[in-house]
T-cell receptor, first 116, second 111 residues
C-alpha cells in the first residue's frame, strides 16, 4: 500500500492546456503539501493544506489552483500551461503542521510534467 | 537567495568507507534540520533530523552533526553501502514552520 500516491506519474501536454494532478494519502495525516522541484533540483513549497484549509500559499501563478475535497486528498489543477511549468511536482503529507519535533514529511513518487 | 546550500552536487565514496555530506545555511533562526534521501523516480524519504539545541544525533550508521557557530551541518554515513547511493537533501525549518531545502548532493557508492 502506497502511503502517498499521486497520478499521473508522467504527463506530457501542449502549452495552453489545462491539466490536473491528483494526490491521496492513506496515513491519516492532517496536512498535505504540493512541492515543485525545478530544473536546478530545488524543492519549493507551493501550497499546504491542513484539514482541508489552505495554510500556505506561496507566490505561485494563480493558474495553479489546489483543491482539497477531504483531508486525504489534495489535487493540483493547472490552467493555461506554460513551458516554465515543466517540472516534477511532489505531493507530501505530515501528521500535523510542522510544529512537532521532527518536521517529517512523507512524499509521493512525483509527477513529471512536460509542457511542449 | 539560497538559505540552505549543498555545495557539492555529487560525491563518490568507496564501499565501506565514510561518506560525509555537507550543508550550510544562512538563517540563524532555523530551529530544526533534516536530511532526506531520494532514489530515482521516488519521492524523498526522511532519514534523520537534529534540533538546533543539539550538536549531534545518531541513528545506526547515520550521524548528523550541527555546528551552529559555523551554520554548518553534516551527515556522516559509516560504513557506506551500495544501497546508500541516492540524492541527499538537507532541509531546515524556519520560524513559520516551513522547510527550506538545499539542492541535494548525489552520493555514489563504488563497489
Amino acid at each position: 500500500d502506497t502511503a502517498v500516491s499521486q497520478t499521473p506519474k508522467y504527463l506530457v501536454t501542449q502549452m495552453g492546456n489545462d491539466k490536473s494532478i491528483k494526490c491521496e494519502q492513506n496515513l491519516g495525516h492532517d496536512t498535505m503539501y504540493w512541492y515543485k522541484q525545478d530544473s536546478k533540483k530545488f524543492l519549493k513549497i507551493m501550497f499546504s493544506y491542513n484539514n482541508k484549509e489552505l495554510i500556505i500559499n506561496e507566490t505561485v501563478p494563480n493558474r495553479f489552483s489546489p483543491k482539497s475535497p477531504d483531508k486525504a486528498h489534495l489535487n493540483l489543477h493547472i490552467n493555461s500551461l506554460e513551458l516554465g511549468d515543466s517540472a516534477v511536482y511532489f505531493c507530501a503529507s505530515s501528521l500535523g503542521l510542522l510544529e512537532g519535533p521532527t518536521g517529517e514529511l512523507f512524499f509521493g513518487e512525483g509527477s513529471r510534467l512536460t509542457v511542449l | 537567495d539560497q538559505q540552505v546550500k549543498q555545495n557539492s552536487p555529487s560525491l563518490s565514496v568507496q564501499e565501506g568507507r565514510i561518506s560525509i555530506l555537507n550543508c550550510d545555511y544562512t538563517n540563524s533562526m532555523f530551529d530544526y534540520f533534516l536530511w532526506y534521501k531520494k532514489y530515482p523516480a521516488e519521492g524523498p524519504t526522511f532519514l534523520i533530523s537534529i534540533s538546533s539545541i543539539k550538536d549531534k544525533n545518531e541513528d545506526g550508521r547515520f550521524t548528523v552533526f550541527l555546528n551552529k557557530s559555523a551554520k554548518h551541518l553534516s551527515l556522516h554515513i559509516v560504513p557506506s553501502q551500495p544501497g546508500d547511493s541516492a540524492v541527499y537533501f538537507c532541509a531546515a525549518r524556519d520560524s513559520n514552520y516551513q522547510l527550506i531545502w538545499g539542492a541535494g548532493t548525489k552520493l555514489i557508492i563504488k563497489p
